[in-house]
C-alpha cells in the first residue's frame, strides 16, 4: 500500500492593504509615545523656573509702586472725573496683572473683569467712576451706544445656566432666567441695559464677560491715558469706535 503524501497546510493569507495599515498604526504608536514623553519632559521642566533674587525684588517693588500710585490716585480724584455723562458704561480690561498688587486686583475682579481684553456693561456712578480711576491704567471704558450694545449682545453674548456657558441664540433661555422680571427675548436684554433699567443688575449678572479680539492690536495695553495717546482710561462716547474694531 503506498504511502499517502503529506498535504502541505495553507498558508494564512494577509492582504497587502492590511500589513500596510498595521505598519502604519505601529509607526504612530511609536511617535505618539515619543511626543508623550517628550510633552511630560517639558511640563516637568516647566514647573521649575528658577527666578534670580533681583527679579523677585523687582516684582515686589512693581507692586508696592503700584499700590502707592492706585491710592495716589484716589486722592487726586476730581470731582468733575467722577460725574458720569451717562448712566451706562462699558469697562475693559487692558492688561494683565504681573505689576498688579493684590489690592488693586480686587477692582477688577469685583467687576468680572479677570481676564484681558473682557468687557462688561456696568452701571454708571459716582462710586464706579472713582473705582475705575483707581485702576485706570489697567482698563478702557466709556459710554455705549445703542448700535454697540446691541453689536455686543448678538456677536458676542454669552449667559451661564448652572456652570454652563450658553451662546445666546435662544430667546427660550432668556424667559426661563429672566421671565420673572418680564424679559423674555434677547431684544428685552438689549433694551434693559440701554435704558439701564431696574432689572440691569439681574441681566448683567445673567450675562457672561464679553471676550473680544484684538485685529492688528487695536490695543497695545499702553498704561498711559487716551486722551495722552495711550489706551486706558475714560475714553467716553470714543469707545464705540474701539468696540466696533475688536468686536
Known sequence: M?????????????PEVVLKKRKTNEQWAVR??????ERAKRQKTGNFIIKKPEQFIREYRDKELDLVQMKSRGKRIRSASV???SNLLFVIRIRGKTDMHPKTRKIPYALKLRKIRTGVFVKASAGIMEMLEKVEPYVTYGYPNVKSVKDLIYK???VRVGKERIPLTDNNIVEQELGK????CIEDIVN?????????????SFLCPFVLNNPEKVLQGKKKRFEDGGDSGNRKDKINELISKIN
Open 83 to 85: 460725574t458720569p455723562e
Open 156 to 158: 458676542k453674548g454669552v
Open 181 to 184: 422680571h418680564s424679559i423674555i
Open 32 to 37: 505618539r509615545k515619543l511626543q508623550q514623553e
Open 2 to 14: 503506498a504511502t499517502e503524501e503529506a498535504v502541505p497546510a495553507a498558508l494564512n493569507y494577509i
Open 192 to 204: 434693559e441695559i440701554v435704558v439701564v433699567g431696574p432689572h440691569f443688575k439681574s441681566v448683567t
